[in-house]
C-alpha cells in the first residue's frame, strides 16, 4: 500500500527566501510521485511529477523537487518565495503497477504563507 | 482547450436528499477519477473509469454512493440518502489513459452541504 507524509500542516516564510515543502513516500513498488498546488476555491494544478527519469526534477512558478530513493523523500522547493506562492501543496504518489486504476494517494497538504 | 468542467459549484442540500455531481473531463481523455476532499480526511480517492468501465468500486464510502460514465465522457456521481458526514468538496480529474505516471488535471469541484 502507497502512503505520503507531508510534515509542516503550515509553514511560513518571508517573500525573497527559500521554501522547502517536505514529502516522504512509502510505496511497494517504484512510485511515480507529484506536486499538485491548490489555491483558493480552485482545483488541484499539477506543479511536476517524477516518473522514474531525472531525480531531480523542474516544474513550474520555479519550482523543483528531487527525489531520494534513500531517504524516500520528494521536497519541494523554490529559490526565492512570491507572494503569489501563498496556497496548499500537496504530494501525492501512484503505484505503477496499478496502472491509475488506485488513484492518486496524498498527503495532508501544506498550507504555505508568505510574509511580506 | 477547456479543462475539466464540474457541476453545479455549489450544492446545498437537506439530510436524506439524494444528490447528482456531474464531470465532464477534457475532451480525448479516456480515463477519469472522483476524489473527495474534506477538512478531517483531506483528499481521498474514490472511484477511476477507465472508458465507461469502473475495475473497483471499494474506495466508494458505503453503498449510498454510485458512479457512472456514459459514451466514455461525461460521469455523474451519485449519493443517495445524504448524510452530514458526505459535506466535501468532490473533485473530478482526467487524464489522457490510465497510465499511473500521467497527469491528472483537476476541474474546480462541487462543494456538497448536507444540512
Known amino acids: ?7 509542516g500542516s503550515h509553514v511560513s516564510v518571508s517573500e525573497g527566501a527559500l521554501v522547502l515543502l517536505r514529502c516522504n513516500y512509502s510505496s511497494s513498488v517504484p512510485p511515480y510521485l507529484f506536486w499538485y498546488v491548490q489555491y483558493p ?76 | 482547450g477547456a479543462g475539466v468542467s464540474q457541476s453545479p459549484s455549489n450544492k446545498v442540500t437537506e439530510k436524506g436528499k439524494d444528490v447528482e455531481l456531474r ?19 483531506g483528499l ?27 459514451g466514455g465522457s461525461v460521469s455523474t456521481l451519485t449519493i443517495q440518502r445524504t448524510q452530514q458526514e458526505d459535506s466535501a468538496v468532490y473533485l473530478c480529474a482526467s487524464s489522457l489513459e490510465s497510465a499511473a505516471y500521467n497527469e491528472q488535471f483537476f476541474g474546480p469541484g462541487t462543494r456538497l452541504t448536507v444540512l
Open chain 1, 1 to 7: 500500500a502507497q502512503s505520503v507524509t507531508q510534515l
Open chain 2, 23 to 41: 464531470c465532464d473531463p477534457i475532451s480525448g481523455h479516456t480515463a477519469l477519477y472522483w476524489y473527495r476532499q474534506s477538512l478531517g480526511q
Open chain 1, 41 to 116: 476555491n480552485q482545483g488541484l494544478q499539477l506543479l511536476l511529477k517524477y516518473t522514474s527519469a531525472a531525480t531531480l526534477v523542474k516544474g513550474i512558478n520555479g519550482f523543483e523537487a528531487e527525489f531520494k530513493k534513500s531517504e524516500t523523500s520528494f521536497h519541494l522547493t523554490k529559490p526565492s518565495a512570491h507572494m503569489s506562492d501563498a496556497a496548499e501543496y500537496f504530494c501525492a504518489v501512484s503505484e505503477g503497477s496499478g496502472g491509475g486504476a488506485d488513484g492518486l494517494t496524498f498527503g495532508k497538504g501544506t498550507h504555505l504563507i508568505i510574509q511580506p
Open chain 2, 44 to 70: 481521498e480517492f474514490l472511484i477511476y473509469f477507465q472508458g465507461n468501465s469502473a475495475p473497483d468500486k471499494s474506495g466508494l464510502p458505503s453503498d449510498r454512493f454510485s458512479a457512472e460514465r456514459t
